[in-house]
């Protein structure tokens, strides 16, 4: 059923002298019948045929014109008008029957097209069509044209009766919108306060788009109902009703849509992926998925996407959107967002699309109130200025008052002084009986159906005579006249009906109405998440345990739809409703509400997972324990350096209870595990813990071994030939899992790999693929990871402003999100910073500082004080840190180049010729690489070398040595371990000591690198 299913499509045919009646009317019926319409006969000479759409009518009336033409003496006279059907056998009734009758009467000789006011507003705006004539009836006629435009408006968006005034300018400036310039994306946000106009704004804008040629569809999110994505199910079901097969199956994504519109798995014969994807790859797919349907869209025509009363959307919705902005490239699509002003999650939005689009192609318009003589045109222009004044300040300005208005103002009656007041007299207008059954319908949602209504009230008659009143009263208005679907005219009336509704009553309603929505007949109207809101308005009846199964089936529901804000309020709700909190049901409440909360960046998630895996164990079930451990750990990563031990522990515990079936989850935490195990320098357990992950995961999916390669990067440090045949091998592998987040960590990996060889190619390639990838999937644990490779970038070319705000935003977004090493990893890159940029003796009042905080610290921090009161001379400072290191391993892990880099200067600084021995043996095999990981504070291994000959009068070897670190930084855009390397150089090369000095201090004045600049004048002054 299209939208057009709001109207009544009539046809009337009169035969006219033919003989053979009978059969032209058969041969006219399968016409008809053809086209998917029903035709009812009245008589011998004439009949009736009623279609599902205005558009189908159109087209069938294109058929029989042609069928006519070829017949004597035969008229063929259509109506389309609008009210409602009921159709029993061949009989017709009701009020559309009665003005198709009217229409045939009055039908001149032409064969028009006749339309009601309310269709006209519809099809056809009178200013574009100026061959509309108004006949002696009333309506509008109008001739017939095949190449007419077919239109298609979403229900919310069809034109009231009302006139539409003081919005000249922003109708204009919306117009200009309905085809972007060069095929190119736009975004207008419409935003204004409750009842300023903005949906009947959108209704004309989206008559025009129509009548301009564009598709046109729509959506509205509502207050309260826990329904994710409810405007883009609303698109999708418009689009899904007007499809054929033929064109659904052409979309190669088309089974992504399912998570928005399930009722796509009914069209999909098959076609509906099963593979078990990660939560980030279902994610992006589904942005994917969305992004080829507008542009399948746009491909045909100018496609103009509106989402109104975003105010009410959740989260998930808002990141949605987000999502299309980011991934949607060259496609003339207008996406309209409309909220109430006081919304700030919609400026982002607009950032996003400028940023991603350009500037021309965001607009912003704001609604603000009427002015009195809006306010008199509104009204015709019959106000006395006394009337038109109190009606200026009752109303403020507001046009959906001013409706709210117009009886009382057509009648001569006295004014109510508030919106509340004057909705109240309007409702005073119904039967008791009529609000009560309004009163249901508020219950059901803001939009109902008859059928609905008709099992909550258990009084048919009522409900229908209800129906029809306050259709008529425009407090309700019919949106499908097949399936006798209504809904609110605006969400106020809603609200206000049921302020009207007593405690005891509601619940009643409330349970009534979740009752009839289980009726074989009306299943398919309502979603788990509707079901969980009316038993949670009756649990004071005794309906627990049916709220509590029907929020944990709509939690599930919303986390499978990557509706995670949804899901974590179901979760916590049916956990509220359980008896008891230590069952396996619990249990898995527990797990959705942790994996929720880790998917929004909630900083409890933690400790809701940890007690999740708990409760698992003690209840003997491994595999609800894997999957909480798995889900503390938001990337492939491990926690690093921070990580707990009870929390390892957890994991072989986990491991050691799963069945033997879930290989996927055992072979998932055994590489989890092997991470883990390397940062606690368990070194030959974590290569064969991740030899034994890699052997059982070749026999699952390309994603699951794409997981376990990541996390062997992580534990195969050295040597760096392996690293990169590693990298290769995971390359290839995520290119098919197509997870955004082991992408953005394969060009993580791709960012330390480049780095530590010195393939400045590499590292911006790998970098710029980690912005793609960030911006994708945004995640707190992604986000932080890429803000701090940014920052080392940033501080390898000496931008260090950029170095530093990139660390304060990722300072910031561990802090709001509970992530560890934030303030550990902010201290440590402002302190690389400054310790490029200020003179010696700032640098010794920043090392004073890092001395205080140094006991309990990680080892690596003792070798960064080391290091620096070294390089400052300080080596009385020296030899106490260095004591720290006297019976330390130096394996092979993460931290072991820079570690060995950073000892290097202390150990000379004090003549420790042990540990000179121990770390030139340990550096000799990585002369050509670079010492950081992801940071980039050391520079060339060959450097620290240099210095160790240099150390022992090899000044031949030294120099050798300093040219290659000069020249890989070089190659990295490393300027000041370039610069640092030359001066080294300069100290051992007599012929190119007065060159290099004065190279240096140039850069070193240009970039403020103050001791390096003293270093160097020191230098040249000895010379």
Not at 917 to 939: C, I, Q
Request: net charge negative.
């Amino acid at each position: 059923m299209t939208q057009e299913s709001l109207l009544a499509c009539v046809m009337s045919v009169r035969l006219q002298g033919s003989g053979g009646a009978p059969n032209e009317l058969e041969s006219l019926e399968r016409v008809v019948a053809g086209r998917g319409g029903r035709v009812i006969q009245i008589d011998s000479q004439s009949f009736f045929g009623i279609l599902r759409s205005a558009s189908v009518t159109i087209q069938v009336s294109v058929a029989l014109a042609r069928f006519a033409a070829q017949m004597d003496q035969t008229q063929i006279q259509i109506g389309i008008c609008a009210g409602s059907i009921f159709l029993a056998g061949k009989q017709c009734t009701g009020q559309a029957t009665v003005e198709a009758s009217l229409l045939r009467d009055a039908a001149s000789q032409e064969t028009p097209i006749l339309l009601s006011r309310e269709v006209r507003r519809f099809l056809l705006s009178e200013e574009s069509v100026p061959e509309l004539r108004k006949q002696e009836s009333g309506h509008y006629a109008v001739n017939w044209k095949e190449t007419a435009t077919e239109f298609s408006l979403p229900l919310f968006l069809v034109p009231g009766d009302q006139p539409m005034v003081g919005r000249t300018a922003e109708l204009r400036a919306l117009k200009l919108c309905v085809s972007p310039p060069q095929d190119q994306p736009m975004l207008v946000t419409v935003v204004g306060e409750a009842g300023i106009g903005k949906t009947r704004l959108l209704s004309e804008f989206a008559l025009f788009a129509a009548n301009q040629g564009a598709r046109v569809l729509g959506g509205q999110e509502h207050e309260g109902l826990g329904q994710p994505y409810a405007s883009f199910h609303d698109c999708l079901s418009l689009w899904l009703n007007q499809v054929d097969h033929v064109a659904l199956q052409s979309l190669a994504s088309v089974a992504q849509l399912e998570k928005i519109v399930p009722e796509i798995s009914e069209r999909l014969y098959g076609l509906k992926s099963t593979e078990v994807e990660s939560a980030e790859t279902e994610k992006q797919r589904l942005f994917d998925a969305l992004v080829e349907w507008l542009g399948h869209l746009a491909a045909a025509q100018p496609t103009v996407l509106i989402l109104d009363s975003l105010h009410w959307a959740s989260d998930s919705t808002l990141k949605l959107i987000e999502g299309v902005i980011a991934n949607l490239d060259q496609a003339p699509v207008t996406i309209v967002l409309a909220s109430r002003e006081e919304d700030p999650r919609i400026k982002p939005l607009t950032s996003l699309a400028a940023d991603q689009w350009g500037l021309s192609q965001v607009k912003e318009i704001s609604l603000g109130t009427l002015t009195r003589d809006d306010i008199r045109v509104f009204y015709g222009n019959t106000l006395s200025d006394e009337l038109a004044d109190f009606i200026h300040v009752t109303t403020q300005g507001r046009p959906l008052h001013l409706v709210n208005l117009m009886d009382f103002v057509s009648k001569g009656i006295d004014l109510p002084e508030s919106l509340e007041t004057a909705l109240q007299a309007r409702f005073e207008e119904l039967p008791a009986a009529a609000t009560s059954v309004l009163q249901a319908c508020a219950v059901c949602g803001p939009r109902f159906t008859a059928r609905v209504i008709a099992d909550v009230n258990r009084d048919p008659l009522d409900v229908f005579e209800a129906l029809d009143r306050a259709t008529e009263l425009g407090l309700i208005k019919l949106v499908d006249s097949v399936k006798l679907k209504y809904q609110f005219a605006h969400s106020l009336i809603r609200a206000h009906l049921l302020k009207g509704v007593g405690a005891a009553r509601l619940a009643h309603l409330h349970a009534r109405a979740a009752e009839a929505f289980q009726l074989p007949q009306n299943r398919e109207l309502a979603s788990p998440a509707d079901l969980a809101r009316l038993y949670a308005g009756a649990i004071s009846l005794g309906y627990v345990a049916e709220a509590a199964m029907w929020a944990a089936l709509a939690a599930d529901a919303a986390l499978n739809q990557h509706a995670n804000e949804e899901a974590r309020d179901m979760y916590e709700s049916a956990l509220g409703l359980q008896p008891d909190q230590n069952t396996s049901a619990a249990c898995r409440l527990k797990l959705g509400l942790g994996i929720a909360l880790a998917r929004i960046g909630d900083t409890r998630s933690d400790e809701v997972l940890w007690q999740t895996a708990d409760l698992a164990e003690s209840l003997g079930d491994g595999v609800l324990m894997a999957r909480a451990m798995l889900s503390t750990y938001r990337l492939t990563f491990s926690r690093g350096r921070d990580v707990e031990l009870e929390a390892v522990e957890r994991l072989k515990r986990a491991l050691a209870m799963l069945p033997a079936e879930e290989t996927a989850l055992a072979t998932r935490v055994t590489a989890l595990l092997a991470v883990e195990l390397t940062w606690l320098d368990d070194r030959n357990q974590a290569v064969e813990t991740s030899q034994r992950a890699l052997e059982l995961a070749r026999s699952e999916s390309s994603e699951i071994l794409a997981e376990v390669q990541s996390r062997r990067l992580w534990v195969f440090f050295h040597p760096i030939e392996q690293r990169l045949k590693e990298n290769v091998d995971l390359l290839k592998l995520v290119a098919k899992a197509k997870d955004p987040v082991l992408q953005f960590e394969a060009a993580g990996h791709g960012v330390f790999t480049a780095v530590r060889i010195g393939q400045r190619a590499m590292l911006d390639q790998n970098m710029e693929s980690m912005r793609a990838s960030a911006r994708v999937v945004n995640d707190p644990s992604v986000r932080s990871m890429w803000y701090l490779r940014e920052s080392a970038v940033a501080l390898l070319e000496a931008r260090y402003t950029d170095s530093l705000t990139y660390a304060q935003r990722r300072l910031e977004l561990t802090k709001r999100t509970g992530q560890r090493e934030g303030k550990n990893a902010f201290r440590i890159q402002t302190f690389w910073v400054a310790y490029e940029t200020v003179d010696k003796a700032d640098m010794l009042f920043a090392l004073e500082k890092l001395l205080a905080i140094l006991p309990g610290s990680p080892l690596e921090e003792y070798a960064i004080a080391a290091h620096v009161a070294a390089d400052c001379q300080e080596s009385a400072l020296v030899q106490p840190l260095l004591e720290r290191f006297a019976s330390f391993e130096f394996a092979h892990d993460q931290t072991f180049l820079w570690l060995n880099c950073l000892l290097v200067e202390p150990a000379i600084a004090v003549c420790d010729q042990g540990l000179i021995d121990r770390l030139t043996f340990n550096l000799s095999d990585h002369h050509s690489e670079h010492a950081n990981t992801v940071f980039t504070y050391l520079g060339p291994v060959a450097r620290y070398l240099g210095l160790l000959e240099q150390h022992r009068g090899n000044n031949s070897s030294a120099e050798t040595l300093f040219r290659q670190s000069a020249r890989s930084a070089q190659d990295l855009k490393s300027k000041f371990w370039a610069s640092k390397s030359k001066l080294n150089l300069a100290a051992v090369s007599e012929k190119d000591c007065e060159s290099l000095t004065t190279e240096v201090a140039a850069q070193s004045s240009q970039y403020g690198w103050k001791r390096l600049l003293s270093q160097s004048h020191q230098l040249a002054a000895k010379v």
